[in-house]
């Protein structure tokens, strides 16, 4: 795909199903995630690959976040919990590290993270796949923590959540943005 088309022509696609890609196209996936913009070297990211089974195990680790946080919300609520991460045929985690750095502030290398995760978002969008960036609470909950073996200092800066377009798909409309009113020259 042509690049500027690929990064105009983007879209989340909330509800994606197999095939997901393959292990070599992930593999392309995560070299465009790592190709972001890092000060410092610092690799300010890793990557948790969530698929098959590993679906099951983190929304069972959802389930029991939603159980603990809300403790009344009921069965329903649970598996709807549970069901989240089958949104999808492939997800990975964007893991933030920040590491203490003098010339290198924690945001700038969140925003690093950031970068990553939209490479993966971009790079599947140019091998034809689609993908949703999500985040939410459940990534702060200590279940899913321990799920993904998340040292203190690390953060989930995105679930990109990964795999086929369905035929039947239409993208939510978006706004066109107005530049004029973005945008201004000094
Ligand atoms: C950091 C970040 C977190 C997001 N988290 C969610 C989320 O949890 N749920 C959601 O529906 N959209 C989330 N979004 C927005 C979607 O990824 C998407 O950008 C939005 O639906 C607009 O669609 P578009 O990318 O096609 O313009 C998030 C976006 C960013 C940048």
Known sequence: MEALACLTGRRSVGRLVEPAPSDDELATLLQAAVAAPDHGRLRPWRFVVVDGPGLDRLGAAYAAAHAEREPGAGADAWAAARD??????????????????????????????????????????????????????????????????????????????????????????RPPADLGALVTRL
Request: proline share 10%; charged share 20%.
């Open 84 to 173: 989240k991460p089958r949104r999808a045929p492939l997800i990975v985690a964007v893991v933030a590290r920040p590491t203490p750095a003098r010339k290198v502030p924690d945001w700038e290398q969140l925003a690093s993270a950031a970068c990553a995760a939209y490479g993966i978002c971009l790079a599947a969008h140019a091998l034809g796949y689609g993908a949703m960036w999500r985040t939410g609470w459940y990534g702060d909950a200590p279940a899913v923590r321990e799920l993904l073996g998340l040292a203190d200092r690390e953060t989930v800066a995105g679930w990109i959540y990964l795999g086929t377009v369905p035929d039947d798909c239409v993208p939510a409309p």
